[in-house]
Nanobody
Framework: QVQLVESGGGLVQPGGSLRLSCAAS????????MAWYRQAPGKQRELVAR???????NYAESVTGRFTISRDNAKSMVYLQMDSLKPEDTAVYYC??????????WGQGTQVTISS
């Protein structure tokens, strides 16, 4: 059974930082790309960052230079370091395993709120 469990969300002031973690189980973690998505109220879910099995990374333009995705294959963990946070970063953040036509795997999400 595949499980993706996110943690690390919370309430932070603008300009602050958070580090999200995702613990994966039930998959061959090292061979899978991993990603973080987010969904703000009233908006579509959007890709935030992706890291390939070979560690190549891609970021949404809105977070480039502020967010960093990383992975630890030994621990089956993927992280999202978020710095210089803005109110528009407020959303539920989801861990994701992209699987194309086979259907992605998703975590339950963790709330990130940026507010003073």
């Amino acid at each position: 059974q595949v499980q993706l469990v996110e943690s690390g969300g919370g309430l932070v002031q603008p300009g602050g930082s958070l580090r999200l973690s995702c613990a994966a189980s039930g998959i061959m973690f090292s061979i899978n790309a991993m990603a973080w998505y987010r969904q703000a109220p009233g908006k579509q879910r959007e890709l935030v960052a992706r890291i390939a099995s070979g560690y190549t990374t891609n970021y949404a333009e809105s977070v480039t230079g502020r967010f960093t995705i990383s992975r630890d294959n030994a621990k089956s963990m993927v992280y999202l370091q978020m710095d210089s946070l803005k109110p528009e970063d407020t959303a539920v953040y989801y861990c994701n395993v992209p699987r194309g036509r086979a259907g992605d795997y998703w975590g339950q999400g963790t709330q990130v709120t940026i507010s003073s």
